[in-house]
């Protein structure tokens, strides 16, 4: 293909698009039948694509080839046999849109700029505000994720409260600490709540701890639900949660970065009641909405203490003027300057319907209920936790973790699923959880008995005082 000039004509971007639709239609069809993982040609690769750019054009076709390889590496995390962490999948709809959003290049940091750009998101904004039970006049900003979120979360709890000790168990997402020691608060602020053999907050416990902190002269502002752990998918007890948080005069965070989206399920709601009563939310669009990695979401009962938290000035912007119902969503996060993430959200809510989302999570829950069944009717297998969501923890029984380790490891080899692990109580569990957009029955039925034929043939490993040496 010949040079292109930075600005494209009309022929121009007809040719390189279609070139580019092409492509991704074959290859994003191919999804269901590469492997889970590939690391066949990553050393070459990685030698050779760190290569600087050249003074003179490049071909087009061959730059899309390179691409393919280069993504084609590592795990391949849009693929149905993804079931490690959090999939995702990622929607072809929300690239679509990202693709449509990038080229308008629209501002959408302060609403004067693309007033009706920022009502779109707004939008979507106020509608999954109202889907968590958000009185009217609550509010938030899409992120690039749930850390984001959450760092603006805190940012809002602080500037309401003023700094004190945050309230969390051993299973938070560690971007509390995070953003916590980002804000500035040093580590021994946050403080970890005893667990539940469930592994859920103990709310006696943090009833107590909050006021024996509150006695010793420390300052209890922020205590942190989650709706899904990351490690496990436990729902702590929100409603106990709440009504604590509202005794003890608590800014209450529920992080449902990966739940939130089974919100929009009936299971879903039942599972995380008392949500609603939260001051803050995280959800993370690119776990349970499915959308392509980058794409948080922070919800917020008062829009004015993000503000509050957030908003600055510079002479620069003295032309722009707020508008009188929509946010400046510059002034709510972090960012100024920001891509038009919106519009991600926007399409494929409006092109494939609630309905289609609504259905598609259903699917989960019932494949995960399904998985863990079939997983428990196995001896050989232990199950502790029945899961909240879609995450299923498992280990071989009466095992080593050395044994469950080598499971994981004979299992990611089969190139079919990918599995990640975690620890509990200082076990090391097997962990499984379905929330793809492509993952369905076949895959899960395949991973099941992939599990099952694995945990059968896994070797008694040698003692360390083994006589086979
Ligand atoms: C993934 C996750 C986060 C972090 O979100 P990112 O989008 O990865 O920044 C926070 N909390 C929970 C419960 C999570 O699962």
Known sequence: MSAFPLELDRSAIERLGRHTVDFLAGWVSGFGDAPASDYEQTDRLVAELGRPPGDGPGDFGALLETFRQAAEQGV??????????????????????????????????????????????????????????????????????????????????????????????????????????????????????????????????????????????????????????????????????????????????????????FQLTARGRARLAGIEAADSIVLDPHKSLFLPYGTGVL????????????????????????????????HLGVELTREFRGLRLWLPLHLHGVGAFERELDEKLDLAANAYAELSRDPRLDLPWEPDLTVILFRLRDAADERNRRLLADVNASRRVFLSSTTIDGRFYLRLCVLSCRTHADRVREAVAIIRTAAAAVPELESPTGSSG
């Open 76 to 261: 391949n995390t849009a693929g149905p046999g993804y079931l490690a962490y959090f999939p995702a999948g990622g929607l072809v709809t929300a690239a679509l849109a990202e693709l449509l959003a990038a080229a308008a290049n629209r501002y959408t940091g302060v609403a004067q700029m693309a007033p009706a750009l920022v009502a779109m998101e707004h939008g979507v904004l106020t509608w999954l505000c109202a889907r968590f039970g958000l009185p009217a006049g609550a509010g938030g900003l899409v992120t690039t994720g749930g850390s984001m979120a959450t760092l603006s979360a805190l940012l809002a709890a602080r500037q309401t409260h003023g700094d004190g000790t945050v309230y969390v168990t051993e299973h938070t997402h560690y971007c509390v600490a995070k953003a916590a020691r980002i804000i500035g608060l040093p580590a021994d602020r946050i403080r970890a709540v005893p667990t539940t053999p469930g592994l859920s907050m103990d709310v006696r416990a943090a009833a107590a701890m909050i006021v024996a902190d509150r006695a010793a002269g420390l300052r209890p502002f922020l205590l942190v639900g989650t709706a899904g752990t990351t490690s496990s998918g436990t729902v702590d007890p929100l409603p106990e949660l709440g009504a604590l948080a509202r005794r003890e005069g608590l800014w209450f965070h529920v992080d449902a970065a990966y739940g939130g989206g």
């Open 299 to 330: 919800l917020v009962r008062d829009p004015a203490a993000l503000h509050a938290a957030h908003a600055a000035g510079g002479r620069y912007l003295q032309d722009l003027s707020p508008a009188d119902d929509l946010p400046d969503y510059g």
